[in-house]
């Protein structure tokens, strides 16, 4: 397995941080490829709980190089709270590299996300605040400052002039809108103070740039060409994992736009994220929970809002990592998984969280939708409007009521619980590999030897 890629194959917090974590094992290196602190990944290790937002999740194993590449958008600040944080954990981070061309996520981004959220009311994207699509517009703006720029003080300080200039009056203008809003509905009635009327202290040029040169020389250690040292452990015939985050229905150029992220967590971007070739990919693995969820606003075809959609969430802990919002839940899509499966060209796939439907008489897949005009549809259509009004047709399968926590062998499942993940893996022509069943490291079941 050179080269694996690992990507998400629902609307994300599939649980790709713990089958990154068991592959890992027999990677040399592991690389994120796009997103930013938008994602969360939790990893339980004899126990203890580790959340990871940037760091990929292979930074647990102190000989492998651990990669934050190109493609992904950072936050200085969030990198340097996780890296100290895991450090005070006694945790190895001279293995954490990262590329000198990623772009940086600035105070400006999370003022601009947030308030072009608050604009939008209630056609908010539901976004987690965090800069990342304003961040993602600047870099295809040439307006953003990279992590090469932290260690020339006289370049940064000129970039940030630059593209700051342009934010301070999107965001004077929003405050102005903001104010008249206020005015029009009675004070105290915006429900959130995202703009303050008086000119923010982070936004000044002085402080922000002599604030990152300091996070320049905190991360100077770390700060590498990642695209060569990936090519140099590939070429050496070892292995790298690259690591996705999101998930492929919240593609910006695949997903159920405008209800997604701004980068490309499909498995195709990897190549252009790590700065690797088409060819250097061998596998690529779609991580699927074993029913749905989705944070945030956007088309969800199977969302239960009912006393199932409870037990998914209740029973699968379904918060948000980074936000702690409560996740929506539904039963699983075979007909987004199946254009999952295509988009990405998987090769195999690994359910998660099985264990949370024990307890349900009866399970339903979606297996193709209806339109609003009685159409029958058996793949993902391509059109919005047809996906926001679609619904689901199902198919049923008996339920199971044993707890899968201690199943270890694929023998040990209940005949109910291997006929459904049977059925999923014929419906999308994948191969199941690796079960979950429980939160640890050590609960799972691979499948097929
Ligand atoms: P953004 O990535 O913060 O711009 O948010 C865009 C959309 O992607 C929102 O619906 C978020 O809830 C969703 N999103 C972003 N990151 C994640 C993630 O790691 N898991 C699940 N949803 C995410």
Redesign the pocket.
């Known amino acids: 397995m050179p080269g694996l890629v690992i990507v998400g194959a629902q609307?994300?917090?599939e649980g790709k941080g713990k089958v990154t974590d068991l592959l890992a094992e027999r990677a040399d290196a592991i690389v994120r490829f796009q997103?930013g602190n938008?994602?969360?990944h939790t990893i339980v290790r004899d126990g203890e709980e580790f959340k990871f937002h940037l760091i990929p999740s292979g930074i647990l194993y102190p000989d492998k190089a651990c990669v934050i590449g190109n493609g992904v958008v950072l936050d200085p600040r969030i990198l340097l709270g996780e890296i100290d944080g895991l450090r005070r954990r006694g945790v190895d981070m001279n293995n954490l590299k990262i590329s000198a061309n990623a772009h940086l996520i600035m105070p400006y981004h999370v003022l601009l996300?947030t308030a072009g959220e608050v604009k939008l009311g209630k056609l908010s994207?539901?976004?987690?605040?965090?800069g990342?699509?304003p961040c993602y517009a600047d870099k295809a703006l040439r307006l953003g400052i990279r992590v090469q720029d932290l260690l020339d003080e006289k370049i940064l300080r000129a970039k940030i002039r630059t593209a700051l200039e342009p934010k301070q009056q999107a965001l004077r203008e929003l405050s102005v809108q903001r104010r008249k809003l206020r005015k029009e509905a009675g004070e105290g009635s915006v429900a959130e103070g995202a703009i303050e009327d008086a000119p923010d202290p982070r936004l000044d040029l002085h402080t922000m740039t002599e604030e990152h040169v300091n996070y320049g020389h905190r991360l100077e250690p770390h700060i590498a060409d990642t695209s060569r040292l990936c090519w140099d452990v590939l070429d050496a015939g070892k292995t790298v994992i690259f690591e996705g985050?999101?998930?492929t229905l919240?593609d910006l150029d695949h997903g159920t736009y405008p209800?997604?992220?701004?980068s490309n967590p499909i498995a195709g971007a990897a190549t252009v994220g790590a700065g690797v070739g088409p060819t250097d990919i061998d596998e690529v693995w779609g991580v699927a929970k074993a029913y749905a969820t989705?944070?945030?606003?956007?088309p969800f075809p199977t969302e239960l809002e009912d006393a199932t959609g409870r037990h998914m969430l209740e029973k699968g802990h379904e918060y948000?990592t980074?936000?702690g919002?409560e996740r929506r839940c539904g039963w699983m899509d075979l007909v987004a998984l199946r254009y999952a499966v295509r988009l990405n060209r998987m090769s195999s796939l690994a359910i998660t969280k099985l264990d949370v439907l024990s307890g349900l008489d009866t399970l339903r897949v979606a297996v193709r939708y209806r339109s609003r005009e009685g159409a029958l549809l058996d793949s993902f259509p391509y059109h919005q409007s047809i996906l926001h009004s679609a619904t689901p047709e199902y198919e049923e399968l008996p339920g199971f009521s044993a707890d899968l926590q201690e199943c270890r062998d694929e023998d040990e499942l209940p005949p109910e619980a291997r006929s459904y993940l049977d059925y999923i893996a014929e419906f999308v022509g994948v191969p199941i590999r690796l079960v979950g069943v429980g939160p640890a490291r050590d609960q799972v079941v691979w499948l097929g030897g």
Not at 125 to 130: K, M
Not at 259 to 262: G, H, I, P, Y
Not at 294 to 298: F, L, Q, Y
């Open positions: 609307w994300g917090d997103g938008n994602a969360g996300d994207l539901g976004t987690t605040r965090r990342i699509g985050a999101q998930a919240l209800f997604v992220t701004s989705r944070v945030g606003a956007g948000g980074t936000t919002r």
